[in-house]
């Protein structure tokens, strides 16, 4: 009996050691931030951070099960500016009734102004701030952020759902904080989905407009700096070579514009590769694809099989072209956002010794990057 | 002298108005016959005892019948004498039939007991779908009956106890020869010998009497198939069977062989290996998951996913309960209910279980006494206590979830993880007859694997396990 009571008491004192009472809030005691929004301030100097929470006193069970029948909005935004987002965050924070909880993060958004300036402090910030996960994801928007911040998810139940699912679905990029921090510490540029904002009817009611926000194309970074933006069709390569992007639709013409084909790509993937040569090293980027032909439209009414072989050649040059604009722009600016510089890190340290100081300069200046594109079709579609 | 031996029975059992005492004349000398008309086989006693003490009295010499009695051949059946008088009353109130001998201090007495008894029934509480379907019964003559049905081998050896001072209950120790380990014989052959207790009315009471470890956990396997019990003794394990108990129990165990049903050998491999391991996954669920769900929602949401977090924020609105409180209050409101259910009388138990259902459930949701998803959990927790074929196991585990709650509400998944090795040290310490609890997994004993986590098919199965028995060689 006393060998028992000595055991517990020593099991007793190892617990007290590490119990963790003292964090212990409630589920209906906190509130989960799932979207961080950061722009300028309105002062030189000042930050706005806005936060995006569900509600969960205005979710009601009908509306989890998909009723969506409440009036009030079951999400919130508040904001404010400071020097800095910590700052910021303990003046949203101390206004509020609950505990704030930044683990529930999914979305980091930032305006194109922001990033310009340079985002060096909000990534400093999460690398400091335990709470925050490095796997959200960042996306930038190019007009104004508040916009964004308040589209209406017209599908879903919250603004960062929808938000979400531009980054997870891969119809664009899917930077995560990780990946810019990692990008940052290595000197290397990386790409970020960028959105865009517009104004449509309000479905419930027609004199009533509603934010809806899209794919735009992609932001390139370079130091923590937003150095320039690609359109949609040249970002979607940059995905492609990423491996990110599912299902990308071309057109491709020929015939001089009388004929057209759509073709849905069911596969793709993307890869990268490094030669060392005399001159220095050459990167190559392998752009693989299957597809359908989706829709047809042939001047001289031949049979698809017969203009197969035209078609799929339409397509190697449309993506071709498309990859090299994108890489020229980014050499352009001086913004490695396939992250080459890793490529030379692993299969030729030595050089990479020697260049790491100045691969921006070096990529900008030197970097000969060749594009590979291996397609295929799948099927004709439906047809056959 | 002889006034004296008739003198201590007719004592003993004075006050004892279902006492039939009968006497036959026989050439002028009386022979008394002494028997309880409701234990013994009536029938049996006039056809082979009476009607030949009644053929003497009319015609038969004293000096022949007893030179016959002492040589067995008075009556057609077995009859014995009774060395000392004074065990006189005590085979009486056992069911036999003593026959006293005038002017001598001779006893004799006949095997006629026979207890009123329930036909064999169907299992009622380890259900199989395949596989014979009979259960024990009360009565050990039945029991032993059923069991040398499963087993026609010599090798097939039952020794016998009497226990209690008052209750004279047979208990019989069933094992087959040469293949139980001999500590676990001796271990329990001391414990029966030593046993003094005033009666015992079911197997618990012995077994209560091995557990010398401070151990909530089961040492021993109840089962009431006789196919289960057979089977065991075939592993090399022992079994004890108890007059008027019926349920055998079985020993020594380990806690993989409690969480095994019988309807495992009935099904195929493929089968009992994947209904084996939803039983086991739902058996940790049995402890933990109340403890987990409370430790996750009050220290770490982040670890869940974030829709199911939203929903599960969202239900705990206005719930005026910390987390812990709503899951004791809903644990023990499902304690009590299960238990008034196994206590009610039948026909008002579907009132109890109708009204209980609607407390745990929508009312209570509804109300904003406790939230929906604390409903879910404590009833897949009830469920999945539900699903240990060994009853005092699943009560055991049933027990742990308080304690493992109290730790995940206080100090989260750190608390949880304590308790886990504090618990999981226990199991590897604690032995059944010198079975260690937790093989094959601590001390690690792979030819063992082939009958845990999966069945594999008898052919693989080729040796004992060695937690059990001495013989290891392949089983024929």
Known sequence: ?384 | MKGTALDILKQQLKDSPDLVCQPFLIDGRTCTLFYIPSIVDQAMLQKNIARFLLAESRTGSWDAFRRNLQQGTAFPVVYHAISDPEEAPVLVVQGKAVLHVDQTDDFYYFDTVQYQKRSIAESQNELVVTGPQEAFIEDIQSNLSLLRHKIRHPKLKMKEYTIGEYTNTLVYVVYIEGMPKNEVLAEIDSKLQSLSIDGIFGIGYVVEHFKESSTPFPIFQYTERPDAVAASLLEGRVCILMDGAPNAVIAPVTLFSLLQASEDYFQSPFAASWIRMVRFAFSLLSILLPSLYVAITTFHPQVLPAHLLITIASARERIPFSALTEALLMELTFEALREAGMRIPKPVGQTVSIIGGIVIGQAAVQAGIVSAPMVIVVSITGVASYIIPHLELGLIFRMLRFPFLILGGSMGLIGIFAGTFVLYAHLVHLRSFGAPYLQPVAPLVLSDWKDTLLRLSSPLMNKRSSAFSRIRHRRR
């Not at chain 1, 050499?331 to 490529?343: E, Y």
């Open chain 1, 1 to 384: 009996m006393k060998t028992i009571l000595l055991k517990i008491g020593l099991i007793a004192i190892i617990l007290c050691s590490i119990t963790g009472c003292w964090s212990k809030v409630e589920l209906d005691q906190r509130i989960f931030v799932n979207g961080l929004f950061v722009d300028v301030g309105e002062e030189p100097g000042t930050v706005k951070v806005s936060i995006s929470t569900p509600l969960t006193n205005r979710l009601d069970s009908d509306q989890l099960s998909g009723g969506g029948g409440g009036k009030d909005k079951p999400y919130s935004l508040i904001t404010k500016q400071s020097t800095s987002i910590g700052k910021a965050l303990e003046y949203i924070h101390k206004d509020l009734s609950r505990q704030l909880s930044l683990s529930e993060i999914k979305v980091v958004m930032i305006s194109e102004q922001y990033g310009e300036e340079g985002i060096g402090d909000l990534l400093e910030w999460i690398k400091r701030e335990p709470d925050v996960p490095i796997g959200a994801y960042l996306l930038v928007a190019s007009g104004k952020l508040d916009d964004a911040a308040h589209l209406t998810p017209i599908f879903e139940q919250l603004p960062t759902t929808v938000l979400l699912s531009f980054a997870t679905q891969g119809y664009m990029l899917n930077t995560t904080i990780r990946d810019c921090i990692v990008a940052d510490a290595a000197g290397l540029g990386y790409a970020a989905t960028l959105l865009q904002n517009d104004k449509i009817h309000s479905a419930a009611d027609a004199h009533k407009s509603e934010t809806w926000t899209g794919i735009k194309g992609a932001a390139l970074f370079q130091q923590g700096r937003l150095k320039g933006t690609l359109p949609y069709e040249e970002a979607k390569t940059i995905a492609w070579a990423h491996g990110h992007l599912k299902f990308p639709i071309y057109s491709v013409q020929w015939d001089h514009g009388k004929s057209k084909a759509d073709l849905k790509f069911t596969y793709t993937n993307g890869k990268t590769s490094v030669r060392m040569t005399p001159n220095g090293p050459v990167f190559t980027v392998h752009l693989k694809g299957r597809a359908s032909i989706i829709a047809k439209k042939d001047a001289s009414h031949r049979d698809v099989k017969d203009i197969s072989g035209t078609i799929m050649n339409q397509m190697r040059e449309t993506v071709s072209e498309d990859f090299r604009k994108s890489i020229a722009y980014s050499q352009q600016i001086g913004a490695d956002v396939l992250q080459l510089g890793f490529l030379l890190e692993w299969n030729a340290p030595q050089y990479w010794q020697q260049v790491k100081g100045k691969w921006p300069e070096h990529y900008k200046k030197d970097a000969e990057v060749r594009v590979v594109t291996k397609l295929s079709l799948d099927d004709y579609g439906k047809e056959y």
